[in-house]
């Protein structure tokens, strides 16, 4: 119980610099309790509420976030895919694939720091970085590792990269409890657990929500790096 409570709760901490950490530290230690169905289950609460809290705090970035719309539609389609994978294959053979694609994201902003998509290519991928995060999330729960390097590769502002994530993860996770229901995947009990699960969410993210604003852009940069090392990290462990 221990060890869930401190993962839900670095994950909330996480969540409230970057935008993004709930699930990618919490997931795993949930996983290996609990198996990845009922421990995606668990957290789906806690990242609906979460991730509403965060989209209206971050209001402000929707005019920047120009990516979102088509990445979105793509993305609910994506996670029927994925659910259906989730179902009816191991989804552990996709981890490692998405672990290394993580690391060579990281090993490419750490040499070419400055490298940048174009407004028009970044257009072009963003229905594609939708989709195939829809798949992520559906098989893996964790879009993150799709959305997120895709989106720091845009050069938004900070706020339109948190608005950006939040209202994907809020989204995806409203489709993926259909989902889930329709597919049997999902129990009253589990949803009770995430009630209990809020506890540390709302202990530790606006702790992360009052530092976020004081860390310098190369801080952030340097946050959202490790978090994705973390991500890949427990992929491709899983994987294994």
Known sequence: ???????????????????????????????????????????????????????????????????????????????????????????????????????????????????????????????????????????TGLCAAVIVPFLQSTGMIRTAIIFTISTVFLIFSVVQFFAFLIAGLIKASFLIEGLLALVPVMLFMPLGGWLSPKLPKKTFDRVFLVVLAVVAIGLIEKGL
């Open 1 to 139: 119980m221990a060890m869930v409570f401190a993962a839900i709760a670095i994950g909330a901490f996480l969540k409230g610099i970057t935008g993004l950490g709930l699930p990618v530290v919490a997931l795993p230690v949930l996983s290996y309790l609990l198996g990845l169905p009922h421990a995606i289950s668990v957290l789906m609460l806690p990242i609906l509420l979460t991730n509403l809290h965060q989209t209206v705090q971050t209001r402000a970035g929707w005019r920047e976030a120009t990516f979102l719309w088509t990445g979105l539609l793509t993305g609910a389609a994506g996670l029927g895919v994925g659910t259906w994978i989730l179902n009816v294959i191991d989804p552990n053979k996709l981890n490692i694939g998405l672990g290394l694609m993580l690391f060579l994201y990281i090993g490419l902003r750490i040499f070419s720091p400055q490298f940048v998509l174009t407004d028009k290519t970044a257009s072009r991928l963003a229905p594609v970085a939708g989709f195939l995060g829809g798949v992520a999330q559906g098989s």
